[in-house]
């Protein structure tokens, strides 16, 4: 069936780099797209969202790229630091009245 | 602190009990979700409600039984699970069940261990 992934599943960086972790969608009715953080023990937390209409939009250290041409969607994080680290899901809406439907997580490590 | 809250917060049962998990949501949201996250897979949508009707049952199986009884509340109980339903229950809200710009919080979920 079509899901939303995530190319990578892990990704280790170096503090203060900048990291990049991407996510391919498969239908291209999707209009509403949204990453989450997940740390250790706690729930998703909502960081930034974009809309179809858009192809980019920037947030307090993170950045959204939408490439709807080939159905792609990136989260940047600038600086990254250790308190990045956690499992990076990215989630689209599909049809009006339907619940959000998640792909794979990645799962990103910031060392010191 | 997301607004959403769910207890217990972890929960030891045998394949033979009867427990129930719950969520709280201070949003005024008036969708609610029950999502499902077992290790190494994406989060699976379980249920669905709008206004305290359920608009989505993802084929879940019957041993799984949600209500709620307003737009503020949801439970999830459980009944003759087997160890395959360990996993991490989330609960989760939104101003609407769907649609574009509609973002939807998480609680902390309830770690389920069936033994």
């Known amino acids: ?112 | 602190e997301t607004g959403v809250t769910q207890t217990p917060r972890h929960l030891v049962m045998g394949m033979t009990n009867k427990k129930s998990l719950k969520c709280e949501q201070h949003l005024g949201h008036n969708a609610m979700y029950w999502y499902k996250q077992s290790a190494k897979k994406p989060l699976e949508l379980m249920f669905v409600y709008n206004f305290k009707e359920q608009t989505e049952n993802n084929s879940v199986p019957s041993r799984f039984s949600p209500e709620c009884p307003n737009s503020s509340h949801l439970f999830l109980h459980l009944h003759t699970l087997q160890p395959e339903d360990s996993a991490l229950y989330l609960c989760a809200s939104s101003q609407e069940p769907g649609g574009s710009g509609n973002t939807i919080y998480f609680g902390e979920g309830s770690w389920l261990t069936v033994v």
């Not at chain 1, 990704?11 to 990291?19: A, I, M, Y």
């Not at chain 1, 920037?58 to 969607?73: A, D, I, P, S």
């Open chain 1, 1 to 112: 069936g079509e899901n939303v992934g995530l190319h990578l599943p892990t990704l280790s960086v170096q503090e203060g780099d900048n990291s990049i972790i991407n996510c391919a969608y498969s239908n291209s009715a999707s209009d509403y797209f949204i990453w989450y953080k997940q740390e250790s023990g706690k729930g998703p937390q909502f960081i930034i969202d974009i809309r179809s209409n858009m192809d980019k939009r920037q947030g307090q250290r993170v950045t959204v790229l939408l490439n709807k041409t080939v159905k792609h969607l990136s989260l940047q994080i600038a600086a990254t630091q250790p308190g990045d680290s956690a499992v990076y899901f990215c989630a689209e809406n599909r049809w009006a009245g339907t619940a959000l439907i998640f792909g794979k997580g990645t799962t990103l490590s910031v060392s010191s």
